[in-house]
C-alpha cells in the first residue's frame, strides 16, 4: 500500500483536482491522509467525501508531514501538496519502482500573464536533481533519517533527500508526471513567500552550506545556462523567467537580512 500525505490550510479550491486525480489512477491500493492546518474553509469536509483520514495539527508544513507518516498503514508514502494533480500513472510506476526514494517529475500550469513565465521556468528543472525533491519515499527510511526537520520551513524539502544522500541512500525516478498548480502566478506574492522561507533558512543553510550558490542564487542557476540555447529560442520568456527571478531574489535577500538582524538581536 502507498499511503498519499497531503498537507492543507484553506485549500477548497485545489484539493478537488488532486482528490480526482487520485480517483483516476491505475493503481489502486492507496490510502489518502490529509492533515489540516486550522483551515476555515471546506477543506476537510472535502477531503472526507473522497474517504480521507483527516487529521488538523500545524503550524508548519513539516509538522504536518511527520504527523502524516506516522499515521500512515502503507509501506511507502508519497508527499503532495493540495496544489498537484497526478497523471494516470504515477502511483503505478512508484509501486514498481526499485530505490527505497524516487523523484516525480513535475510540470506547472495556471492561468494569467504571469505564469506562463513560472511553467518555462518549470521546464529547465527536469533532471536536475539540487531543484527536484523526492516526494515518494519508503515509510521505514523516511523514519529512520527522522523525517523533515521541524525546525526548516520552505527547503526541508531538499533536507531530507540531501541527507540521504550524503548517507549513500539511492534515488530513483518515474517517468510520469505530478502537475504543480500555479494558479493565477503573481511575481509579488511568491517575493513575499520567498522572503519567509529565507527568514527561516537559517538551520538549512548551517546544514548544507554548499547548496547557498546552487539553490540561494534564484538568478545564476547553473542549469539555466547549460539549457542557454533554450534560453536563446525563447527570448520573451527567458526575459519574463529572469524578470520574476529577480524579485523573487529580491525577496531572498531581505529575508536573509531579517534573518540575521533577528538573531543579531536576539544575543544582544
Known sequence: MISIIITTKNEEGSIIDLLESLKSQTYSKFEIIVVDNNSSDKTKLI???????????????????????????????????????????????????????????EKSYGTGFWTKFKVFEREFYEGYESIEAPRFFSKSVFLKYGGYDER???????????????????????????????????????AKKKFYYASKAGVYVRKHPEMVIVQGNMILRPIFFKKWKKMINHPFLTFGMFFIKTIEMIGVFFGFVYHFLANLFILV
Not at 508548519?60 to 494533480?85: C, F, H, P, T
Not at 527547503?155 to 510520469?176: A, C, H, N, Q, Y
Open 152 to 190: 526548516i520551513t520552505g527547503p526541508e524539502d531538499f533536507d531530507l533527500p540531501l541527507r540521504m544522500r550524503k548517507d549513500g541512500v539511492k534515488v530513483g525516478r518515474i517517468k510520469s508526471y505530478i502537475w504543480h498548480n500555479e494558479k493565477k502566478f503573481s511575481p509579488l506574492k511568491s
Open 47 to 105: 477531503a472526507k467525501k473522497y474517504n480521507a483520514r483527516v487529521f488538523n495539527i500545524g503550524p508548519e508544513r513539516s509538522i504536518q508531514r511527520n504527523y502524516g507518516v506516522n499515521k500512515a498503514i502503507g509501506e511507502k508514502v508519497l508527499i503532495l501538496d493540495a496544489d498537484m494533480k497526478l497523471s494516470k500513472n504515477v502511483l503505478l510506476e512508484l509501486s514498481k519502482a526499485k530505490e527505497e526514494v524516487a523523484i516525480i517529475p
